[in-house]
């Protein structure tokens, strides 16, 4: 037998427990929708997991309405120690409950268990940990002292990281005092339900956050909702755009975090096979739907060829398969609408002159997949070289001079990321401190941490998710007597006039978590 | 040059060619300082993703008994007496007695004084090397060059080398001067593994292989192993061998990974395929099935073959073995259900 045809070795699905159907969570209850409910399958076998409602127009505002609520009447109230206490009931739920999380999450998603398991699911669970720390430490934000929350917010969020997105909206928005209305993506909303069994587990208030799903429709009725104080989006550049074109005017504050062409900048004194480790998990790494992918590799010339050959023979060792298997490196294609963009633009590489190479690799009958490509002899102008891919799929240039190499990085109109590899330090100040992308990684790439702020330039969207400059996003400065308050201020202070008496105290934390641990 | 070309050439020679001059410590430290550095961290981060690959059911069988055929079956005490050591052949013919289909390992390494205690306990088991049987039988390896600290003169290092030989060892594993390679006499360095590897030749028998003991522990950085890898290969070693077990830490995952890196890539400038033995601190089964895993996805399953990859290890076996009796029987024993050696 051959070792490296590693046997099977799947994840249990035993310790799923999913429903057939999932509702709207609302309130703190699901409920049917008013949509027509829509099926989500595994991509990796196109089989049906469950049924998802879709929400209406109607939906939205009840949701909207239970979160404005919720916000007037006991999250907006809760001290930022007791609101942190909710953060890490979620957190600790999270970890508890993480390997059930993980392995919906590779069923529902198609990305690799191994991923989900070491990646997605600890890095969603240490946001809340690290947000829930941040809860009673507002004055700290760099807003000024006693910062205020800004009220419900609409978050919408994309099908790459369905739950470490979750992660990355929700615990800031919650620490900073905030109540949310959040949609999943359309072909990945399962572990969002999952979420929502864990909040109630948590005992976490009703209303603090009401998760509805649907398709692009319900998105938009969202962050169209009149009531909403706050719209935070990731996704794709031509929605955000639509997004901040219906924003434009109204008192909404917005977070924009779209696409990406990241350029990874090889140099010729770089540690050669953690460049090449590098430039896999860069562009390989969740099948490449990834925003912040190193999709452009800039390599320096002189080394173009080797640098070719390292990566060609590292791709041979790639495993494609069954996204359950803990020995699979690259999963199943989202959607079969994504595969047909990444296929398109792959077929558009190749007319356009450049060479196209993947390695032998057997994929699955059913299910959507795409070999991991590089593509060499590309030049700047090609689209594969512009457009962002979000597949799997890599285009090679190459530069002769830092100066080429930074003309080039930058010469794209998005912003988002960039990765330097080279084995002198000063080199990689020097080259970092002239590119326009949010996220710099020198000598490895595709690391994430919440204390580290996030986002892009350009056409990548504008606001940072995470760190410190994360939670700014959801708070405003305070409201000075005498001073025009902004809305969520006088929603507050007018409930507290109408002598409101809904509270939530310490004491009922405390039954809560004993229910959440039993 | 192409690969077979290289090949056919002589050490010193082909030594010449790549350094483009003599082996001077000049030259070797234009060419060992001109390979690309290490990044530890991105290094450890790959060893440890292949660390987490899953090997289960019919792999990790053919695993478990792999693994045992690449064990040296080490025994290197200051209280090693002939009777230890037939103890340990012992183990080494028949590891495991309750179960005959279990393979032997490759070799059994002891101190010089002990190879002909070795040769003699295991008699018809111990068959030299022949061409049409490169596997056949069980080795003994002897340490030497004043193992483990390698402070002596080269002369005593080279009549240590020539009595393991002469007592019939069939691999040598020396220890190269750490001292000299951390000061910068990579030429110093590169004379004494020439000279040891001219001390392994037999007359009228086949030449002792020449393992070459780097003792990363004490090269400490990543860059040091990676430079003392290629110049044991340059200066002619068969095997690059981590560590003398002497001195912690010994063998690591990311360590190995990065010596494996430098065989593939002499590989693939000469087409000589150079043998790795990671040694010390092995002591489970999971642990060499990682070591496995990396072999194969690093060089390349070829490597998995006594003549290209040993574990040095002691402890290692009875834990390999009490596996294997629980892959067999469903079931798992216990320390009393495998032999002490």
């Not at chain 1, 609302?26 to 997991?49: R, Y």
């Not at chain 1, 080039?408 to 020097?430: E, F, M, V």
């Not at chain 2, 205690?117 to 008699?123: D, S, Y």
């Not at chain 2, 290629?230 to 070693?237: D, E, Q, S, Y």
Request: proline residues 5%; aromatic residues 6%; charged residues 20%.
């Amino acid at each position: 037998m051959k070792f490296l045809d590693y046997a099977p070795a799947p994840e249990s699905q035993a310790l799923l427990n999913l429903k057939p159907d999932y509702g709207l969570f609302i309130n703190g209850d699901f409920q049917l929708g008013n949509g027509t409910p829509f099926s989500t399958i595994s991509p990796a076998t196109e089989k049906q997991i469950a049924m998802i409602a879709s929400a209406t127009e109607a939906d939205v505002d009840t949701a909207v309405a239970a979160a404005r609520r919720a916000y007037d009447r006991t999250w907006s109230r809760l001290s930022g120690s007791d609101r942190g206490k909710y953060l890490f009931r979620i957190a600790r739920l999270m970890q508890e409950r993480a390997r059930e999380l993980a392995v919906a999450e590779s069923l529902d998603n198609g990305k690799p268990i191994t991923e989900s398991r070491d990646v997605d699911v600890p890095l969603a669970a240490a946001w809340f940990f690290y947000y829930a720390g941040w809860a009673d430490k507002l004055d700290y934000a760099g807003v000024g002292p006693n910062p205020a929350a800004l009220g419900v917010a609409a978050q919408v969020i994309p099908w790459n990281f369905p739950l470490l997105m979750l992660a990355w909206k929700i615990a800031p928005a919650l620490a900073a005092g905030n109540t949310v209305v959040l949609k999943p993506a359309e072909t990945t909303s399962l572990t969002a339900m999952l979420f929502a069994e864990i909040l109630q587990q948590a005992d976490l208030p009703n209303g603090v956050v009401n998760i509805i799903t649907g398709a692009g429709a319900t998105g938009q009725a969202l962050v169209n909702h009149p009531d909403v104080n706050k719209v935070a989006f990731t996704g794709s550049t031509a929605v955000g755009r639509m997004i901040a074109r219906s924003v434009a005017g109204t008192d909404k504050k917005l977070t924009l975090e779209l696409g990406g062409k990241g350029a990874n900048i090889v140099f010729d004194d770089a540690p050669i096979d953690q460049a090449i480790e590098g430039i896999i998990s860069g562009v390989f790494f969740n099948q490449g739907h990834v925003c912040c992918a190193g999709s452009r590799l800039l390599v320096q010339e002189s080394i173009h060829d080797e640098v070719i050959d390292r990566l060609k023979a590292r791709m041979n060792t790639l495993r494609v398969g069954d996204p359950l298997d803990k020995n699979t490196d690259v999963g199943a294609i989202n959607s079969a609408e994504q595969l047909q963009r990444i296929r398109e633009l792959s077929d558009i590489g190749v007319q356009e002159g450049a060479e196209r190479w993947s390695p032998d690799c057997v994929l699955p009958q059913e299910g959507f997949w795409f070999a991991p490509t590089i593509f060499t002899n590309v030049s700047t102008s090609h689209r594969i070289a512009r457009d962002e891919v979000f597949g799997p799929v890599l285009s090679v240039l190459t530069f002769r001079t830092p100066a080429e190499a930074i003309a080039k990085a930058n010469n794209t109109p998005y912003g988002l990321s960039a990765g330097i590899w080279s084995d002198k330090g000063s080199r990689i100040l020097a080259v970092a401190d002239k590119l326009r992308a949010g996220v710099i990684w020198a000598n490895t790439f595709n690391k994430f941490d919440p204390a580290s702020p996030f986002g892009g330039y350009q056409e990548s969207g504008y606001g940072r998710e995470g760190g410190r400059h994360g939670l700014a996003a959801y708070l405003a400065p305070a409201v000075r007597p005498g001073s025009r308050s902004k809305t969520a201020a006088v929603t507050t202070a007018a409930a507290a006039a109408k002598g409101d008496t809904a509270k939530v105290s310490a004491d009922k934390a405390a039954s809560a978590r004993k229910k959440a641990t039993k | 040059m192409t690969s077979p070309a290289f090949a056919a050439l002589a050490t010193r020679e082909r030594t010449t060619t790549i350094l483009g001059g003599e082996a001077t410590d000049a030259n070797l430290r234009r060419y060992l300082h001109g390979i690309p550095g290490i990044d530890a961290v991105g290094l450890e981060q790959r060893a440890s993703g292949l660390g987490t690959r899953s090997i289960k059911t019919s792999s990790k069988r053919w695993a478990i008994d792999k693994i045992v055929s690449l064990i040296d079956l080490t025994t290197l005490e200051g209280a090693d007496t002939p009777g230890k050591v037939r103890s340990l052949v012992g183990k080494a013919v028949a590891p495991d007695p309750s179960s005959p289909d279990c393979p032997r390992v490759a070799a059994v390494c002891v101190y010089g004084d002990m190879v002909g205690a070795a040769v003699e306990a295991l008699g018809s088991a111990h068959s030299a090397r022949t061409p049409e049987t490169p596997d056949a039988g069980i080795r003994v390896a002897a340490v030497a060059t004043a193992f483990p600290s390698g402070r002596a003169s080269l002369a005593v290092k080279l009549a240590d080398v020539a009595d393991a030989v002469n007592a019939g060892a069939d691999e040598i594993d020396m220890v190269i001067d750490r001292g000299a390679f951390l000061s910068g006499r990579y030429g110093q360095v590169f004379d004494e593994i020439v000279a040891v590897k001219a001390a392994c030749a037999r007359e009228g028998g086949p030449d002792a292989h020449l393992k070459v003991i780097l003792e990363t522990g004490e090269l400490n950085t990543y860059d040091n192993v990676r430079r003392a890898s290629w110049l044991a290969i340059l200066a002619g070693g068969d095997f690059i061998k981590t560590s003398t077990g002497k001195v912690a830490p010994a063998a690591t995952l990311p360590v190995t990974l990065s010596m494996l890196e430098v065989v593939r890539d002499w590989h693939r400038l000469t087409g000589v395929r150079i043998g790795v033995k990671p040694a010390g601190g092995i002591r489970t089964s999971k642990d060499a099935i990682k070591y496995l895993v990396t072999v194969a996805e690093t060089v390349g399953e070829e490597w998995l073959t006594p003549q290209l990859f040993r574990f040095g290890a002691s402890g290692l076996l009875n834990d390999v073995l009490l596996q294997r009796q629980k892959m067999t029987t469903g079931h798992y024993s216990g320390p009393d259900y495998v032999t002490i050696d």
